[in-house]
């Protein structure tokens, strides 16, 4: 049975007082109904201590744990040893001396438990306590750490505090050399974002045994001034992202593969990050921070990568629960709380959060209550699948999108600062001042634009001459540009344009076409899934077998019926944002259909993170038959591949049941039969009843953004249909 409550206890020459400490902390965890777990560590005492903890351990096995240090180190070390011991989800730390009261932490698990916040801190009431020199000592030090921090508790230093495993571990991966570094507890979880709430607890005068302090009063406040200047450049001044995977990596270091920048690189780097904050809106330089982040975490294994994805999850859940009440009604209708979604393993328990879903909620009670709206940006998406959408995004998440993009274009090959075009719609939706940013940057990046949705036969040579004098290492854009690119080449004859790598988008890449953008430029295609919501999702990297999930950001499933899909298997995309806060995405069904993989898959590049397989269009492209077959869009690109000569373009429109129109620009040698062969196809897989409308066009215009759509369908097919679903009331 899993350990609902780890009591964690430094001892230093308590040994009077262990005896009655483990008495009243078991009686608590019976009185709470708790599976409660007891470590006591001795820190290296001077007195019987350690003989009084394996004492009571020898009583109680299964309830208390004693740890051991050889030598004095500390109350911050003595947690750390502790931690490491606990099996609960939740840690309290209380000190041994019966000061605190063992039976408040009930009161302070249960408060973690009903207020969903990060942290439930015991301050010390001054109902009978004594108002002599420590006493004001210590009301002094609170006022400086609030004063310092920009704080306002009521008693800052406190260590009766009860809160999550992972977060402890996480506020214990301090930096600096303390003292005490226990007086800055608090502190540390102010500057880390979490959130916290006082109780008020009662404090006696202790009874038994002698405090540390005891005749090195002076000693000690000197001391902890001098931490003061430390903590004030840790916390205050020296502040990093407030992304649980740089935290992370402090618990779990690893070895960043891959050369260094040269040093011309580098200082174009410094350079462009010096004017950042002018060429951008809404992100600023701290994406330097988040890349560095993410080189290294790309290296983590796949379980620890999976524990981070975990991490991230709870918080996310705790926020959304705690500040969106769209969440928090969703959950209590299902009788969930946060401490029910544990990890991945667990969201199966949630509903599903669709399109309409936010769309019907957007100005109603999605956004969060807590998020500054002069750090949220407005996302509208481009409509392809028929309906306009409109999202927001708060700064650290489009930070990550900056900085998880860069670092998917270095598995192409490309290195910052590298010459690159991007095949797209450039400027379309953005501001004037957006505008002159956006190209600011691009040249400053030495990136290219080439307006996709200006592509015509007429302008087709001189835009490829255009990309060709820019001699691009990374050409990037929609996978139907980069297709339509590579047929004015085969049939033009080739240009000296060879970029080191392509990075297809936007849109499903078949077999084909990857083989025919591939042979047109000589070079590799690197697959790059993405939404607006989300900018990239997963991406391709050297193996090429299937698309990393950009994990510290993502969790990405792959479903059939509410249930995992098959490795092989087609099935529904649905995408939890780990990083969005401001209108969290959970369980979102984005409307794409991929190929789930094993996840057990050790991918030859070495990087942990999770893979899935070919995206295969969206779900509004599903082409249904007779007898309750259908298709993926991308289907027909897989059929028409081999008959290229006879069909130019083509789109598949689905509008009613038992029946499709099949829009055809004809090939320079096309004929009745190779028509005949390719709905006879049609028929095969879909069913002989079939109605096919056959319609001649001249064209096949792209959207306005360059997309072209192969197939459309305006019938829905529900891949969940087992899936839970919201109450009634919420609908």
Same mark, same amino acid.
């Given at each position: 049975?899993?350990?609902?409550?780890? @009591?964690?206890?430094?001892?230093?020459?308590?040994?009077?007082?262990?005896?009655?400490?483990?008495?009243?902390?078991?009686?608590?965890?019976?009185?709470?109904?708790?599976?409660?777990?007891?470590?006591?560590?001795?820190?290296?005492?001077?007195?019987?201590?350690?003989?009084?903890? &394996?004492?009571?351990?020898?009583?109680?096995?299964?309830?208390?744990?004693?740890?051991?240090?050889?030598?004095?180190?500390?109350?911050?070390?003595?947690?750390?040893?502790?931690?490491?011991?606990?099996?609960?989800?939740?840690?309290?730390?209380?000190?041994?001396?019966?000061?605190?009261?063992?039976?408040?932490?009930?009161?302070?698990?249960?408060?973690?438990?009903?207020?969903?916040?990060?942290?439930?801190?015991?301050?010390?009431?001054?109902?009978?306590?004594?108002?002599?020199?420590?006493?004001?000592?210590?009301?002094?030090?609170?006022?400086?750490?609030?004063?310092?921090?920009?704080?306002?508790?009521?008693?800052?230093?406190?260590?009766?505090?009860?809160?999550?495993?992972?977060?402890?571990?996480?506020?214990?991966?301090?930096?600096?050399?303390?003292?005490?570094?226990?007086?800055?507890? =608090?502190?540390?979880?102010?500057?880390?974002?979490?959130?916290?709430?006082?109780?008020?607890?009662?404090?006696?005068? &202790?009874?038994?045994?002698?405090?540390?302090?005891?005749?090195?009063?002076?000693?000690?406040?000197?001391?902890?001034?001098?931490?003061? !200047?430390?903590?004030?450049?840790?916390?205050?001044?020296?502040?990093?992202?407030?992304?649980?995977?740089?935290?992370?990596?402090?618990?779990?270091?690893?070895?960043?593969?891959?050369?260094? =920048?040269?040093?011309?690189?580098?200082?174009?780097?410094?350079?462009?990050?010096?004017?950042?904050?002018?060429?951008?809106?809404?992100?600023?330089?701290?994406?330097?921070?988040?890349?560095?982040?993410?080189?290294?975490?790309?290296?983590?294994?796949?379980?620890?990568?999976?524990?981070?994805?975990?991490?991230?999850?709870?918080?996310?859940?705790?926020?959304?629960?705690?500040?969106?009440?769209?969440?928090?009604?969703?959950?209590?209708?299902?009788?969930?709380?946060?401490?029910?979604?544990?990890?991945?393993?667990?969201?199966?328990?949630?509903?599903?959060?669709?399109?309409?879903? !936010?769309?019907?909620?957007?100005?109603?009670?999605?956004?969060?209550?807590?998020?500054?709206?002069?750090?949220?940006?407005?996302?509208?998406?481009?409509?392809?699948?028929?309906?306009?959408?409109?999202?927001?995004?708060?700064?650290?998440?489009?930070?990550?999108?900056?900085?998880?993009?860069?670092?998917?274009?270095?598995?192409?090959?490309?290195?910052?600062?590298?010459?690159?075009?991007?095949?797209?719609?450039?400027?379309?939706?953005?501001?004037?001042?957006?505008?002159?940013? %956006?190209?600011?940057?691009?040249?400053?990046?030495?990136?290219?634009?080439?307006?996709?949705?200006?592509?015509?036969?007429?302008?087709?040579?001189? =835009?490829?001459?255009?990309?060709?004098?820019?001699?691009?290492?990374?050409?990037?854009?929609?996978?139907?540009?980069?297709?339509?690119?590579?047929?004015?080449?085969?049939?033009?004859?080739?240009?000296?344009?060879?970029?080191?790598?392509? =990075?297809?988008?936007?849109?499903?890449?078949?077999?084909?076409?990857?083989?025919?953008?591939?042979?047109?430029?000589?070079?590799?295609?690197?697959?790059?899934?993405?939404? &607006?919501?989300?900018?990239?999702?997963?991406?391709?990297?050297?193996?090429?077998?299937?698309?990393?999930?950009?994990?510290?950001?993502?969790?990405?499933?792959?479903?059939?019926?509410?249930?995992?899909?098959?490795?092989? %298997?087609?099935?529904?995309?649905?995408?939890?944002?780990?990083?969005?806060?401001?209108?969290?995405?959970?369980?979102?069904?984005?409307?794409?259909?991929?190929?789930?993989?094993?996840?057990?898959?050790?991918?030859?590049?070495?990087?942990?993170?999770?893979?899935?397989?070919?995206?295969?269009?969206?779900?509004?492209?599903?082409?249904?038959?007779?007898?309750?077959?259908?298709?993926?869009?991308?289907?027909?690109?897989?059929?028409?591949?081999?008959?290229?000569?006879?069909?130019?373009?083509?789109?598949?429109?689905?509008?009613?049941?038992?029946?499709?129109?099949?829009? @055809?620009?004809?090939?320079?040698?096309?004929?009745?039969?190779?028509?005949?062969?390719?709905?006879?196809?049609?028929?095969?897989?879909?069913?002989?009843?079939?109605?096919?409308?056959?319609?001649? !066009?001249?064209?096949?215009?792209?959207?306005?953004?360059?997309?072209?759509?192969?197939?459309?369908?305006?019938?829905?097919?529900?891949?969940?249909?087992?899936?839970?679903?919201?109450? %009634?009331?919420?609908?």
């Amino acid at each position: 049975m899993a350990v609902d409550l780890s @009591v964690i206890v430094p001892c230093f020459n308590e040994e009077a007082n262990i005896k009655e400490l483990t008495r009243r902390v078991l009686h608590t965890f019976e009185r709470g109904k708790l599976k409660g777990e007891l470590v006591l560590v001795d820190d290296g005492s001077a007195d019987a201590t350690a003989e009084a903890i &394996r004492q009571v351990q020898s009583e109680h096995p299964t309830q208390v744990t004693g740890c051991f240090h050889n030598s004095n180190r500390g109350i911050a070390e003595a947690w750390k040893t502790g931690v490491s011991a606990a099996d609960g989800a939740v840690v309290g730390l209380i000190d041994a001396d019966l000061q605190y009261q063992p039976e408040d932490l009930l009161r302070l698990y249960r408060e973690l438990r009903e207020h969903s916040v990060d942290v439930i801190q015991g301050w010390r009431s001054p109902v009978g306590r004594e108002r002599g020199a420590r006493y004001h000592l210590s009301r002094g030090f609170n006022h400086l750490l609030n004063t310092t921090f920009g704080m306002k508790l009521r008693d800052n230093k406190s260590g009766f505090v009860v809160c999550a495993k992972e977060v402890l571990e996480d506020l214990l991966t301090y930096r600096g050399s303390y003292f005490y570094w226990q007086s800055f507890i =608090m502190v540390a979880a102010h500057a880390k974002g979490y959130s916290y709430k006082e109780v008020e607890t009662l404090f006696e005068n &202790r009874r038994a045994g002698t405090s540390f302090l005891d005749g090195n009063a002076s000693r000690a406040v000197a001391r902890s001034l001098v931490d003061l !200047v430390g903590a004030t450049w840790e916390y205050r001044l020296r502040q990093s992202p407030k992304d649980v995977s740089d935290q992370f990596l402090r618990r779990h270091p690893v070895i960043a593969r891959g050369a260094p =920048m040269s040093a011309a690189r580098r200082l174009h780097w410094n350079a462009y990050l010096s004017v950042f904050d002018q060429t951008h809106w809404m992100i600023t330089r701290d994406v330097e921070r988040y890349y560095e982040m993410l080189r290294q975490t790309q290296w983590l294994k796949a379980d620890q990568v999976r524990e981070l994805q975990d991490e991230k999850l709870r918080r996310l859940i705790r926020h959304a629960y705690r500040n969106v009440p769209f969440y928090r009604y969703r959950m209590q209708a299902a009788k969930l709380g946060p401490s029910d979604i544990r990890g991945q393993r667990d969201l199966h328990k949630l509903p599903f959060l669709s399109k309409d879903d !936010v769309q019907e909620n957007l100005h109603f009670d999605i956004l969060s209550e807590n998020h500054d709206k002069r750090q949220v940006l407005r996302i509208a998406t481009s409509g392809s699948t028929g309906q306009p959408f409109v999202c927001y995004a708060d700064r650290a998440q489009l930070e990550f999108r900056w900085a998880a993009t860069l670092r998917s274009q270095e598995w192409t090959g490309y290195q910052f600062g590298d010459p690159s075009v991007r095949l797209w719609h450039q400027t379309i939706g953005m501001t004037k001042t957006q505008a002159r940013k %956006e190209r600011l940057d691009a040249a400053l990046l030495r990136r290219k634009f080439i307006p996709v949705f200006e592509m015509s036969e007429a302008r087709l040579d001189a =835009m490829v001459r255009e990309i060709a004098d820019h001699n691009p290492v990374l050409l990037d854009g929609y996978a139907e540009a980069l297709d339509f690119l590579a047929y004015y080449l085969k049939e033009h004859g080739q240009l000296a344009l060879h970029p080191k790598a392509i =990075m297809s988008s936007a849109q499903s890449l078949p077999v084909a076409s990857r083989q025919r953008i591939e042979s047109a430029f000589d070079c590799r295609v690197f697959d790059k899934y993405g939404a &607006r919501e989300f900018s990239g999702i997963a991406y391709e990297c050297e193996a090429h077998v299937g698309h990393h999930v950009a994990a510290e950001g993502y969790i990405v499933e792959v479903l059939r019926d509410g249930q995992p899909a098959k490795p092989g %298997e087609i099935g529904e995309v649905v995408i939890t944002d780990l990083n969005n806060y401001c209108l969290p995405f959970i369980r979102y069904r984005i409307g794409d259909l991929a190929v789930a993989m094993d996840p057990n898959h050790e991918c030859s590049c070495g990087r942990g993170l999770p893979l899935v397989g070919d995206i295969e269009g969206r779900v509004q492209s599903i082409i249904q038959g007779t007898d309750g077959r259908f298709v993926p869009g991308t289907f027909f690109a897989h059929l028409l591949k081999e008959y290229d000569h006879a069909v130019q373009r083509f789109q598949v429109i689905q509008e009613r049941r038992g029946a499709l129109t099949f829009r @055809v620009v004809k090939g320079g040698r096309y004929t009745e039969s190779a028509l005949d062969e390719i709905l006879a196809h049609f028929h095969h897989h879909l069913g002989d009843d079939l109605r096919i409308d056959v319609e001649f !066009v001249d064209q096949i215009d792209m959207i306005r953004t360059g997309k072209h759509l192969a197939s459309v369908s305006r019938l829905g097919v529900d891949f969940q249909s087992e899936a839970p679903r919201p109450s %009634e009331k919420l609908q």
